[in-house]
Every structure is written in structure tokens, then in C-alpha cells.
T-cell receptor, first 112, second 115 residues
Framework: AQSVTQLGSHVSVSEGALVLLRCNYSSSVPPYLFWYVQYPNQGLQLLLKYTSAATLVKGINGFEAEFKKSETSFHLTKPSAHMSDAAEYFCAVSEGAQKLVFGQGTRLTINP | DAGVTQSPTHLIKTRGQQVTLRCSPKSGHDTVSWYQQALGQGPQFIFQYYEEEERQRGNFPDRFSGHQFPNYSSELNVNALLLGDSALYLC??????????????FGPGTRLLVL
């Protein structure tokens, strides 16, 4: 079965600093990988997805992620954090054709 | 273009009761998936409906059941509620059931509290 591990349940950065949220996956087949963001009291919004095209995937709000097969990683980055980026971030891997398997989530805090 | 909508937004029930949650998919979508998100956890897949049939099911007991209507909307039913069923229930819709490569769009969720 596929699985996802997000390293760090809580990440805190200063406004304007680099954001790096880590995700490692386990998959027996070439994976489809996703990053979602969840703002307080809201559902999930897709940031970006990897579907075996380019290994560097650009998403919304200035986020991007790089698929590294050798490291089984799909880390999310943003060059310069903004206060509005404060939220919960979830990495997910597809299992079969129907379901997403999510990590535990990383809460991102932005310090002014 | 309306996104995925869910009702109600909040619900309080007592142990042993039954609850029905509702979901309307994004316009043009025909596939609905349900997820349970316990506090501080990532969402967990409950099941998916396509063409009014349950196509895949996660590791949830039979107390959890669902239905999809001809207009693609869906219901999630939970019987004999337990305290551990307290969670945010998320509905996600996608197009054509061709796989998870098709983006799943999530609704705002229904927050269920079981007392």
C-alpha cells in the first residue's frame, strides 16, 4: 500500500524567508503526488500535482515541488513566505485509481 | 461556477444516533469521494461513488454507507454513532472517474461532534 510521511508536524518561518515542507512517499508503482492546503475551518485546496510529466511542478500562490525518485521525495517550497501562507499543508499519494492517501499534515506558521 | 458544496456545516449528535451528510459535486463532475478527517490528522478515504455505485471502499466499518443520486449528488450515512466518529467529513468531486490523476476538488466539510 502507498503511504506518505510528512517530516515535521509544525514548521515556523519568518515572513520573506524560504518555505520548505518535506514529504516522502512509499509506492510500488510510479506515483501521482499532490500537495493540498487547508486554511482554518475550510476544506482542501489543491496547490499542485505531479503526474509523471516534468519533475519540477509549479503550483498556485508561488509554490513549487520537485519529484525526486531516488530519494522518494516530493518536497514543497516557496522562495519567500507571506503571512497569508499560514495554514495546514497535506501531501498525498494516489493509491489505485480512486483514492488519495494523505500524510499527517504540516502546520506552517509565519512570523512577522 | 459553483464548487463542491456540503450540508450541514456543523452537526451535533449523541452516541447511538444516525446521521446523514450531503454533498453536491462541482458542476460537470460525476464522481464523489468521501473522507474523514479527525482532529490533527490527515483525511482518510471512506469510499467513492461513480455511476451511482460504490466503486472503492477504505478501511471503514459497515456503519458507514453512502448513496449517489442520478444528478451525481451524494449522501454519507453513519449509523450507531460512536464518540470516535467525531471529525470533519470532506466530500471531493472529480470528472469521469478515470483516476486520481483527475484533480479532486474538495468541499468545505461537515464538522460532526458526537456526544
Amino acid at each position: 500500500a502507498q503511504s506518505v510521511t510528512q517530516l515535521g508536524s509544525h514548521v515556523s518561518v519568518s515572513e520573506g524567508a524560504l518555505v520548505l515542507l518535506r514529504c516522502n512517499y512509499s509506492s510500488s508503482v510510479p506515483p501521482y503526488l499532490f500537495w493540498y492546503v487547508q486554511y482554518p475551518n475550510q476544506g482542501l485546496q489543491l496547490l499542485l500535482k505531479y503526474t509523471s510529466a516534468a519533475t519540477l511542478v509549479k503550483g498556485i500562490n508561488g509554490f513549487e515541488a520537485e519529484f525526486k525518485k531516488s530519494e522518494t521525495s516530493f518536497h514543497l517550497t516557496k522562495p519567500s513566505a507571506h503571512m497569508s501562507d499560514a495554514a495546514e499543508y497535506f501531501c498525498a499519494v494516489s493509491e489505485g485509481a480512486q483514492k488519495l492517501v494523505f500524510g499527517q499534515g504540516t502546520r506552517l506558521t509565519i512570523n512577522p | 461556477d459553483a464548487g463542491v458544496t456540503q450540508s450541514p456545516t456543523h452537526l451535533i449528535k449523541t452516541r447511538g444516533q444516525q446521521v446523514t451528510l450531503r454533498c453536491s459535486p462541482k458542476s460537470g463532475h460525476d464522481t464523489v469521494s468521501w473522507y474523514q478527517q479527525a482532529l490533527g490528522q490527515g483525511p482518510q478515504f471512506i469510499f467513492q461513488y461513480y455511476e451511482e455505485e460504490e466503486r472503492q471502499r477504505g478501511n471503514f466499518p459497515d456503519r458507514f454507507s453512502g448513496h449517489q443520486f442520478p444528478n451525481y449528488s451524494s449522501e454519507l450515512n453513519v449509523n450507531a454513532l460512536l464518540l470516535g466518529d467525531s471529525a470533519l467529513y470532506l466530500c471531493a468531486s472529480s470528472l469521469d472517474g478515470t483516476g486520481v490523476r483527475e484533480t479532486q476538488y474538495f468541499g468545505p466539510g461537515t464538522r460532526l461532534l458526537v456526544l
